[in-house]
């Protein structure tokens, strides 16, 4: 009897035994996927992207439409599965089309979705990117952008507004108008940015407005005034005369800047 009882006993410590080493093996299982899961969450913390530079071409139709090829350039670190834009269309018609591709290493269009709110429209291209520098094209138009007054045409367009969260290393923008040829007296060129941004005509006409660096949250517009003889066809008219007053405007802006 006392023989049975220690056997019994000396079962149920090894049974206990077992029973602790099964807990401390899953608790150790379970230490190690934490740790694991915590590793993979920091890796994908950790990763970032840089835009070195942005160069659009913007081509104003005679309806008043204009036509925007934009070039970023990535620089990723880490793995992404695409770019983000955000378009605001305040003061235009929307887009006529929109088109994105991947300008290098490779030359291939790209597939993305689209989503509205009030009048900022999202696109979310898709491409995937690791530890690589990447240039993007985006190609679009918009409808009936340049507004037409008695006195003057008037193209005002914020390229990146405040909400833009994303810095960029360098910033050029090239206007072109429907003619080349107008005298200094019509064409009135105004840009609103970071203060060390340069506006400038060059010899063949088009408008450059160029920005060495683009903070998080600065915005990036430019205003042009022309004659209204280049837009013929357009429809967006209001009967007032307006070149005065928008050059007031503008005087008065440039005298706070100072």
Request: net charge negative; hydrophobic share 40%; glycine share 6%.
């Amino acid at each position: 009897m006392i023989q049975g009882t220690v056997l019994c006993i000396n079962l149920l410590i090894i049974k206990g035994v077992v029973k602790i080493k099964a807990k401390l093996m899953t608790g150790f299982a379970l230490l190690i996927i934490i740790l694991f899961s915590l590793t993979t969450f920091i890796a994908c913390a950790e990763r970032s992207f840089e835009i070195t530079d942005y160069q659009a071409q913007v081509k104003i139709l005679e309806n008043g439409d204009i036509q925007v090829s934009e070039i970023f350039e990535y620089d990723f670190d880490g793995d992404f599965n695409g770019i983000i834009r955000t378009i605001g269309i305040k003061g235009s018609d929307g887009f006529k089309y929109f088109k994105a591709s991947e300008y290098f290493p490779e030359d291939k269009e790209l597939e993305y979705t689209q989503s509205l709110n009030a009048d900022m429209v999202t696109y979310k291209i898709y491409d995937k990117s690791s530890n690589e520098r990447k240039l993007f094209l985006l190609e679009y138009q918009l409808r009936n952008v340049i507004t037409l007054y008695n006195d003057t045409a008037e193209f005002y367009w914020k390229f990146f507004d405040e909400s833009n969260t994303s810095p960029i290393g360098h910033v050029k923008i090239e206007v072109e108008l429907p003619a080349a040829e107008v005298s200094a007296e019509e064409l009135k060129v105004f840009g609103h940015g970071p203060l060390d941004g340069k506006v400038s005509i060059q010899e063949d006409g088009k408008i450059v407005y160029e920005v060495f660096r683009l903070s998080s949250g600065e915005m990036v517009e430019a205003r042009i005034l022309f004659p209204n003889s280049m837009i013929p066809d357009s429809s967006k008219i209001i009967n007032q005369n307006k070149f005065a007053e928008i050059m007031k405007e503008e005087l008065g802006w440039a005298k706070k800047a100072d």
